[in-house]
């Protein structure tokens, strides 16, 4: 066994593989770039190493400097994790060369499987149904067009050497294929170093499928059940879970015998993903295989209870797998969120900036379910432009799937974020969809389900009259400290607060009354109903947590003017309370107007320009592509949302810009 690995990756993931190396004894050395000096994986590992500048390309992308980290520290081994060079066939041939062991499969089995095109190849000559598409070199935007025309629309076009849904677009015209692929084309290469794309059939209401397989360098490979991941944005996993609410037994073994035959196929040796595209009738065709760790790696953790890091440290020290296919027993259900620093609100468009506050639920049991936050950032660190936006992994794992979807709900209703914009209400606002907890999904789920982009819903029924009477106790608790306060004029004991309030929230308005029995606050509303409301929550906490009424609730609790804004459940509102007379005046104030910033194209994110597609004086119309803003290594097409002529162009190429810089105005 190695006495010390060297993680050749930052963030969540290299935290993660430093906790099992800790566990088995290994020593760890962490690298990192200029913009992760302070970063929590260089924190955790026994060493760190410092290999160049924030850009991944002048950084964690150079074979050499993971070399000379390795002999620096006497590493004997390196595991990729995933992204960056961990399905490079040139990084463990030249670590080979060096003599340090290569944590993940052989050099061959990623040439065969980690090329898109190449892996199809493979998978046909295996007998794996294989979606129909056109495997060879594509010359231009005008031979895919004429490919696409011959397979039929919907097509997809894929980075061969892609992953993480960059350098993929999905075209349902030949213009759109033109687009696409000069957009794939350059993510690609920006992304991988390799502009490589190809073209396949994209299957209509498809389900996204895979099975995790794991093989040793003795010739045994098995699987280990699947994972369903069409929950995606933008061909990006959104939510995860393990196992699929669509497959049987029978279905599951067909699929994970046909993984398997592959991987053997080519001596794969390592953990690895063989992904699939199912139909809703069950149907499946071969996808790609992903020849590294998966993110969403942790929901088959949590089922089958194995260590997938620890095994590819194992059979990659030449050990043999330590079970058969008899062995994998599936108990439970894994549900993961993949928590970004992105917004929501604006199309998902990256945020960065420091973390003021990052809370994130205590792990462990909770009852009869499991919280697991795989996170490699911490409260005051920063989330750069120059990586991937993923904060954290919230997994929750439960004896079965609603209970552990609701397990998810609530764990997200406590992690607490601010100082940027993250998606934690959008994932909320998922697990409370009828249509995900009936387990009725596609890869189009949520582009069917949020047509026009996601605003968090304005609060309603239980969930409303749940956050009035929290409102009401948080005002309470606010006004006995003010009670408390000394040196006050009068004894705060002459103070006597009106227990009749009014609740305003979003645009409705709750009349209670507030009174305290014992240890417990009771909210009565107008109608009578008496709600119990009971917690520990002290001003200034980010996470009121407490029972109201029977339920045990987390909520987001931040100060805003005059009152405090409340998240649960993926609903937010402001909320006001006030005495019965201040809510009559308080109606009579005027609403603020917001100015009209519709003469001008802002940045949406910060980000780097890298294209102006219109000259001064030219006319746009509606739809029309004006410019392109890459960040977090994925490019941007800003449209022009009216008819217009161009007056001024503010930007250049190559220009940073913050968010809501003005780009280009019009006349």
């Given at each position: 066994m190695f006495d010390k690995i060297l993680i050749a990756n930052r963030g969540e993931i290299a935290c993660r593989i430093i906790k099992t190396a800790r566990k088995m004894g290994i020593k760890t050395v962490a690298v990192y770039s200029d913009a992760d000096r302070d970063a929590v994986h260089v924190a955790m590992a026994d060493e760190a190493v410092h290999i160049g500048p924030a850009a991944a390309a002048q950084s964690y992308l150079l074979i050499d400097k993971i070399i000379e980290a390795c002999k620096q520290t006497g590493a004997q081994a390196v595991h990729p994790g995933y992204g960056f060079l961990s399905e490079r066939e040139a990084f463990p041939k030249a670590l080979a060369e060096a003599?340090?062991?290569?944590?993940?499969?052989?050099?061959?089995?990623?040439?065969?499987?980690?090329?898109?095109?190449?892996?199809?190849?493979?998978?046909?000559?295996?007998?794996?149904?294989?979606?129909?598409?056109?495997?060879?070199?594509?010359?231009?935007?005008?031979?895919?067009?004429?490919?696409?025309?011959?397979?039929?629309?919907?097509?997809?076009?894929?980075?061969?050497?892609?992953?993480?849904?960059?350098?993929?677009?999905?075209?349902e015209s030949a213009g759109e294929v033109k687009e696409g692929f000069d957009r794939a084309k350059s993510e690609a290469a920006s992304s991988f170093g390799d502009d490589r794309v190809f073209v396949e059939k994209f299957i209509v209401d498809p389900r996204h499928i895979e099975i995790q397989v794991i093989g040793d360098k003795h010739g045994n490979v098995i699987y280990l059940g699947e994972r369903e991941c069409s929950i995606q944005r933008r061909n990006q996993k959104v939510i995860e879970e393990a196992p699929s609410p669509l497959l049987d037994e029978a279905t599951r073994r067909k699929m994970g015998e046909q993984a398997v035959a592959l991987a053997k196929a080519v001596n794969y040796d390592s953990a690895g993903t063989v992904e699939f595209v199912a139909g809703q009738d069950k149907s499946f065709y071969f996808l790609e295989m992903n020849t590294r760790l998966q993110v969403e790696h942790p929901v088959t953790e949590m089922i089958t209870g194995l260590d997938l890091v620890e095994l590819m440290i194992r059979v990659a020290a030449g050990e043999k797998l330590p079970l058969g296919q008899s062995d994998v027993k599936l108990n439970g259900w894994a549900v993961e969120s993949r928590v970004y620093a992105e917004d929501p609100t604006r199309n998902f468009l990256p945020s960065i900036g420091r973390l003021t506050t990052y809370q994130p639920p205590a792990e462990g049991p909770v009852g009869d379910a499991i919280v697991r936050n795989d996170t490699g950032v911490e409260e005051g660190g920063e989330i750069a432009i120059h990586y991937d936006p993923m904060i954290a992994k919230l997994v929750t794992w439960a004896p079965t799937r609603l209970e552990a979807i609701e397990a998810q709900g609530t764990a997200l209703d406590a992690f607490a974020i601010d100082g940027i914009r993250h998606n934690i209400p959008f994932l909320a606002t998922l697990m409370a969809h009828p249509r995900w907890r009936s387990g009725e999904l596609s890869t189009g789920f949520i582009k069917e389900e949020f047509p026009d982009g996601f605003t968090a819903p304005a609060p309603e029924g239980e969930i409303a009259l749940r956050l009035a009477a929290v409102a009401a106790a948080i005002d309470h608790k606010l006004n006995q400290r003010k009670r408390g306060i000394s040196g006050q004029m009068r004894d705060p004991g002459l103070?006597?607060?009106?227990?009749?309030?009014?609740?305003?929230?979003?645009?409705?308005?709750?009349?209670?009354?507030?009174?305290?029995?014992?240890?417990?606050?009771?909210?009565?509303?107008?109608?009578?109903?008496?709600?119990?409301?009971?917690?520990?929550?002290?001003?200034?906490?980010?996470?009121?947590?407490?029972?109201?009424?029977?339920?045990?609730?987390?909520?987001?609790?931040?100060?805003?003017?005059?009152?405090?804004?409340?998240?649960?459940?993926?609903?937010?509102?402001?909320?006001?309370?006030?005495?019965?007379?201040?809510?009559?005046?308080?109606?009579?104030?005027?609403?603020?107007?917001?100015?009209?910033?519709?003469?001008?194209?802002?940045?949406?994110?910060?980000?780097?320009?890298?294209?102006?597609?219109?000259?001064?004086?030219?006319?746009?119309?509606?739809?029309?592509?004006?410019?392109?803003?890459?960040?977090?290594?994925?490019?941007?097409?800003?449209?022009?949302?009216?008819?217009?002529?161009?007056?001024?162009?503010?930007?250049?190429?190559?220009?940073?810009?913050?968010?809501?810089?003005?780009?280009?105005?019009?006349?």
């Open positions: 003599g340090i062991v290569f944590i993940g499969p052989n050099p061959g089995a990623i040439a065969a499987m980690g090329d898109k095109i190449e892996s199809k190849k493979a998978a046909a000559e295996a007998k794996v149904s294989t979606v129909p598409g056109y495997l060879g070199v594509i010359q231009d935007a005008e031979h895919a067009v004429k490919i696409a025309d011959e397979i039929g629309y919907p097509v997809m076009i894929k980075a061969s050497a892609g992953g993480g849904g960059k350098g993929m677009r999905i075209a103070l006597n607060f009106e227990r009749e309030r009014v609740v305003q929230l979003a645009d409705q308005s709750f009349n209670v009354t507030v009174s305290t029995v014992g240890n417990e606050l009771v909210v009565t509303s107008e109608d009578g109903t008496v709600t119990p409301v009971l917690s520990d929550w002290r001003p200034g906490q980010p996470v009121w947590t407490g029972t109201v009424g029977n339920q045990n609730v987390a909520i987001q609790v931040r100060g805003v003017l005059n009152g405090v804004f409340l998240q649960h459940g993926g609903v937010a509102a402001n909320a006001r309370v006030y005495t019965r007379r201040e809510a009559e005046l308080a109606a009579l104030m005027p609403v603020k107007e917001t100015g009209d910033s519709g003469k001008q194209l802002l940045c949406p994110m910060p980000g780097l320009v890298k294209q102006i597609l219109v000259e001064e004086g030219q006319e746009v119309k509606v739809g029309e592509a004006l410019a392109i803003v890459e960040a977090m290594k994925m490019e941007n097409v800003l449209r022009a949302e009216r008819d217009g002529k161009i007056s001024t162009i503010a930007a250049k190429e190559g220009d940073s810009l913050a968010v809501d810089e003005v780009i280009l105005e019009f006349a």
